[in-house]
């Protein structure tokens, strides 16, 4: 199985797009939908603080009557966030998803922030091997 590394240094990008945890909601949003991401790291200088997803903003902004101008990002991001390290599989980070119920994993070395990876990348990383499996049986069988 694939190990969280390979995942990551097989990602187009290895940029974590992060904000510090004063920048407004709004802001925050908007820097979401320009790099097209669901969800951002909460750094405080390289402290990984927390993480904010479309879903935080959706069950801590909107429906508490929040305004996204003014709330500093701080007060509606997740402050518990579960990680992983590099060297794990990407079966520990399904079953992490699972039973978290969460769409997206920082990736943490030494304490700093490495990646995040989205139960897509999970997803579509799985489905690789799977069309990989595939055409090694077919080539196997066509040559058998």
């Not at 903003?57 to 305004?67: E, L, M, N, T, V």
Request: one cysteine or more; proline letters at 3%; charged letters at 25%.
């Amino acid at each position: 199985m694939i190990s969280v590394k390979k995942l990551l240094d097989d990602k187009p990008t290895s940029v974590v797009w992060s904000v510090a945890p004063e920048t407004s909601v709004i802001d925050t949003l908007l820097f979401m939908s320009e790099k097209n991401i669901g969800a951002v790291v909460v750094l405080d200088g390289e402290r990984l603080a927390g993480i904010f997803s479309e879903r935080d903003y959706a069950r801590k902004g909107i429906i508490q009557g929040r305004k996204a101008k003014s709330t500093p990002i701080s007060e509606v991001m997740t402050a518990h966030v579960f990680t992983v390290s590099a060297d794990m599989g990407i079966q520990e980070c399904m079953k992490m998803f699972s039973e978290k119920k969460i769409r997206h994993l920082p990736v943490v070395d030494q304490e700093k922030v490495v990646g995040v990876l989205s139960i897509g990348d999970i997803v579509n990383s799985i489905m690789y091997e799977q069309r990989q499996h595939i055409q090694f049986l077919e080539q196997y069988i066509t040559h058998a």
